[in-house]
């Protein structure tokens, strides 16, 4: 109940001192590319129910049906110039502020997927992430911020994805699904907000030295 109550809080503050910025991405997005503002998008929430997740339209509106689908990797041809700068800068999230007070997610924990990127989770992972609401950031989504980086530089990024990336992530998910908690909720979002701010910081392991070590894999592609 205290998370939902600083969920709602923190929401609304942060819309109000945001609105600004809103209006201008709306604004430019309406008149450039596809003049698409927002993307819809299925996932799956609490419980295993589908809801749709809000984004600023980043990617031709095709894009689920094109190339590696739901799975976006660097320089993706999809991505529409505009949208390179929101999803750099992470502002193409925004709206999911929306899906946090409706209620769909809370500000920290298990990144919603697609039912596509759900299955490649293994079972144990699967049951753990939708046991809570899904978050706008959380443990998985700071460890992975490159991902797209590590999907480019695999040979085959498909198999990467399904064999190691989701796996590992799993592991991420559910160890904040049973460490959870108003303390491990505000580190997260500190935590988010400096791994914005200084993208190659190491903090988050140094905070959280518990975490479940990544495969060999892992820490080769984020080397590279």
Same mark, same amino acid.
């Not at 920290?108 to 759900?118: H, S, V």
């Not at 980086?149 to 992530?169: G, L, Q, T």
């Given at each position: 109940?205290?998370?939902?109550?600083?969920?709602?809080?923190?929401?609304?503050?942060?819309?109000? $001192?945001?609105?600004?910025?809103? $209006?201008? $991405?709306?604004?430019?997005? !309406?008149?450039?590319?596809?003049?698409?503002?927002?993307? !819809?998008?299925?996932?799956?929430?609490?419980?295993?129910?589908?809801?749709?997740?809000?984004?600023?339209?980043?990617?031709?509106?095709?894009?689920?049906?094109?190339?590696?689908?739901?799975?976006?990797?660097?320089?993706?041809? !999809?991505?529409?110039?505009?949208?390179?700068?929101?999803?750099?800068?992470?502002?193409?999230?925004?709206?999911?502020?929306?899906?946090?007070?409706?209620?769909?997610?809370?500000?920290?924990?298990?990144?919603?997927?697609?039912?596509?990127?759900?299955?490649?989770?293994?079972?144990?992972?699967?049951?753990? $992430?939708?046991?809570?609401?899904?978050?706008?950031?959380?443990?998985?989504?700071?460890?992975?911020?490159?991902?797209?980086?590590?999907?480019?530089?695999?040979?085959?990024?498909?198999?990467?994805?399904?064999?190691?990336?989701?796996?590992?992530?799993?592991?991420?998910?559910?160890?904040?699904?049973?460490?959870?908690?108003?303390?491990?909720?505000?580190?997260?979002?500190?935590?988010?907000?400096?791994?914005?701010?200084?993208?190659?910081?190491?903090?988050?392991?140094?905070?959280?030295?518990?975490?479940?070590?990544?495969?060999?894999?892992?820490?080769?592609?984020?080397?590279?």
């Amino acid at each position: 109940m205290l998370q939902r109550f600083l969920d709602i809080v923190l929401c609304a503050s942060a819309l109000l $001192v945001l609105s600004p910025l809103w $209006v201008f $991405v709306m604004v430019v997005l !309406r008149l450039t590319g596809e003049r698409e503002v927002f993307f !819809r998008q299925q996932r799956i929430g609490l419980g295993g129910q589908n809801f749709d997740l809000l984004k600023f339209a980043t990617m031709l509106k095709e894009s689920p049906n094109l190339g590696t689908g739901t799975v976006t990797l660097k320089d993706d041809p !999809r991505v529409l110039p505009l949208g390179r700068v929101l999803r750099k800068t992470k502002v193409n999230e925004l709206p999911q502020l929306l899906n946090v007070l409706k209620g769909d997610m809370s500000l920290i924990g298990p990144r919603p997927q697609t039912r596509r990127c759900f299955d490649a989770f293994p079972e144990k992972s699967q049951r753990a $992430v939708v046991a809570v609401r899904p978050g706008l950031s959380g443990v998985g989504s700071i460890v992975f911020r490159a991902e797209e980086d590590m999907m480019h530089s695999a040979a085959d990024p498909d198999r990467f994805y399904d064999e190691f990336i989701m796996p590992y992530k799993g592991q991420l998910e559910e160890w904040y699904v049973g460490h959870q908690g108003v303390g491990i909720y505000l580190l997260l979002i500190f935590l988010t907000v400096w791994v914005v701010v200084w993208p190659g910081s190491q903090l988050m392991h140094s905070l959280l030295p518990e975490l479940p070590a990544p495969p060999a894999a892992i820490i080769a592609a984020q080397a590279k």
